[in-house]
């Protein structure tokens, strides 16, 4: 084995440190989906719900792809995005990605309000969806609801209340 000089001259150490670390398995777990529908008035949207919380394991440093660090970051996102979190454990890094999708939830069908008497069978019919659950309201703010209370048993698309 020969002898290695740096340029003054001085032999050089050959001895060199190597730190050998455990390579994290990033896991930002499943994905996550956020419905959108339109507000009580018909005019915006809501986003149910409104924030997403991920989070990421295995490592001791996070960074993720909207800029955030740390294992946990709180996302509200109006469109589908993916979210890259690479996962550090010293030297040694790893990736995982997971979508915040954005799904279109149920619209109420509005339909033009029409005079009813008690007495007189009337039909409710809903919008689109999967499952329902029909609601009502007492109270009033100039004719804006300021509160609902599920009606129990009212969970069909059609329904036909009773009238007092």
């Given amino acids: ?3 290695y000089l740096d340029l003054c001259g001085n032999i050089m150490n050959s ?16 994905d996550k989906l956020t419905c959108v529908t339109q507000d009580i008035f018909g005019f915006g949207s809501i986003y149910v ?13 996070y960074f993720w ?10 996302v509200a996102p109006t469109v589908t995005t993916t979210y890259v979190v ?19 939830g149920a619209y109420p069908a509005w339909a033009p309000i029409k005079p009813f008497c008690t007495g ?3 039909t409710l019919a809903a919008g689109s969806g999967a499952t329902f659950q029909w609601q009502s309201t007492t109270t009033a703010l100039f004719g804006i609801p300021l509160g609902f209370t599920n009606i129990p048993g009212a969970t069909a698309q ?3 209340p009773t009238l007092s």
Avoid at 15 to 28: F, H, K, L, R, T
């Fill in 15 to 30: 001895n060199y440190n190597i730190v050998i670390g455990s390579i994290p398995v990033a896991n930002a777990g499943a």
């Fill in 86 to 104: 690479t996962v550090a454990n010293g030297a040694c890094t790893a990736t995982d990605k997971r979508g915040c999708i954005r799904g279109t």
């Fill in 65 to 74: 792809s909207d800029g955030s660090t740390g294992a946990t970051i709180t």
């Fill in 1 to 3: 084995m020969g002898r």
């Fill in 49 to 61: 719900p409104a924030t997403q919380t991920l989070t990421a394991s295995s490592g001791t440093s």
């Fill in 120 to 122: 007189f069978p009337i």
């Fill in 158 to 160: 059609l329904i036909q």
